[in-house]
């Protein structure tokens, strides 16, 4: 047994997965080229106020599940929980806003957050985020949820329902919060302990409880869309019409807040029923005050997430693969110690020539060099012994039909060209 492992909520991702987490990113990064967004990186940590600003005081994230720490200069610092404060922080500071609008920007990064660790869930995790800044344009809400949607489609993962839903704005949301917390009060001892706490901090994230009984009170809670504005309704009223445009299907629940406060008007989440309970893949909204909230201009934007191990996890669901392991083209062996040099040489040639190369290494026996090439599933072997160094001509072996001839090296490189 090791002396460490590795901390609870964490993952290692062996190399199947983790050329499937690579796969899954640089995918992401092309395929949201096409709708012109370009790939921003932000740092790992920021200063702490940033999440508690953006994210909003009140809500779990910040309250229990957010790292912070100080460093030894005596910064309040935190990992961040999300990408948007951050994507957000760097398009002020950077002046981005001088760029054509929309600005869209994607980031694919680690998110940190202390939750309990569960199937597809980790407290350090992978997002794929889009934001789209500088436009109020509900066609641009279309697109933004259209993307989100196809890019999934594109990688194959099935039974995905689009939810929408409007939040309103800063003019209209506090009326209804109003109504709801007195709904949400006159049924209090009908709710968990949770979310009778939430009630009078943010009553919002009761939506968010997933207990039967406490679906069963809210189905009946006032609904957002009653209460939202004439020109939040207009703004919804087109997103619509252009998710029909793009043959976008949509589900309308009234009762679908996002968890954070910086939302507004548009919010969005795709659901994957073989997910389970915890079905979200996907999420995402316009924020359209945020920016002008952490100082710089005033544009409105819109974003989503995805997170990343639960596309992986609906991959294993479906068995979808998109890996095997990859076998060498050619095997170099050698005969005795005094060739493994020119093996060692002959493989650095081949593989400048494009070719998937292994070598056997250690002192080593001709016949259990060939055994490994066969473990490693390798196609052929190129055979290296005194002689063939002498003429140039080596050994080349078919190890499924054992069928052998002598080649240069140059006719081995050809006998690749054709499939490569
Ligand atoms: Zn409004
Ligand atoms: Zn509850």
Redesign the pocket.
């Known amino acids: 047994m090791s002396k460490y492992t590795r901390v609870r909520g964490t993952q290692d991702f062996l190399p199947e997965r983790a050329e499937l987490l690579h796969f899954i990113n640089e995918s992401a990064v092309s395929f949201f080229e096409n709708y012109g967004y370009r790939l921003i990186i932000t740092p790992t940590f920021e200063n702490s106020e940033l999440f508690k600003r953006s994210v909003g005081e009140s809500t779990d994230i910040i309250q229990k599940e957010m790292y912070e720490f100080k460093d030894k200069g005596g910064r309040d610092l935190a990992l961040r929980p999300e990408g948007t404060a951050s994507v957000v922080r760097a398009y002020i500071e950077n002046n981005l806003g001088e760029l054509p609008k929309p600005v869209k920007l994607i980031y694919v990064s680690q998110m940190f957050r202390y939750e309990r660790p569960q199937a597809g869930r980790y407290r350090e995790f992978w997002q794929i985020g889009a934001e789209a800044i500088g436009s109020p344009d509900p066609a641009l809400d279309a697109e933004v949820i259209e993307l989100c949607l196809n890019f999934l489609n594109s990688l194959a993962v099935k039974d995905l329902k689009l939810i929408i839903n409007s939040m309103g704005c800063r003019n209209c949301r506090p009326g209804y919060i109003k109504v709801l917390k007195k709904f949400l009060s006159e049924k209090e001892a009908l709710?968990?302990k949770?979310?009778s706490q939430r009630i009078e901090q943010n009553p919002l994230r009761?939506f968010d409880?997933k207990?039967k009984e406490?679906q069963k009170v809210l189905s009946e809670a006032p609904k957002i869309s009653d209460y939202i504005c004439e020109e939040d309704k207009e703004h919804f009223e087109e997103v619509k019409i252009y998710l029909k445009t793009l043959n976008v299907e949509f589900v309308i629940d009234p009762h679908l807040v996002r968890g954070f406060d910086y939302y507004t008007r548009t919010a969005f989440e795709i659901t994957l029923s073989s997910l389970g309970s915890q079905d979200a893949i996907a999420g995402g909204g316009r924020y359209d005050y945020l920016i002008k909230d952490y100082g710089g201009p005033d544009e409105p934007a819109i974003g989503f997430a995805f997170g990343t191990e639960r596309i992986m996890l609906a991959f294993e669901n479906q068995n979808i693969t998109v890996f095997t392991e990859p076998e060498p083209d050619v095997f170099v062996a050698w005969v005795e110690e005094a060739q493994k040099s020119d093996a060692l040489r002959i493989s650095a040639m081949l593989r400048e020539k494009h070719l998937r190369v292994s070598m056997a290494f250690d002192s080593r026996k001709l016949k259990s060099q060939l055994k490994l090439a066969d473990k490693l599933n390798a196609n052929t072997a190129l055979i290296v012994g005194e002689e063939e160094i002498k003429s140039g001509k080596y050994t080349f072996k078919d190890l499924e039909s054992a069928k052998q001839e002598k080649l240069t090296i140059e006719e081995v490189v050809n006998k690749f060209k054709d499939n490569k």
């Open positions: 709710f968990c949770t979310c009761v409880c207990q406490c």
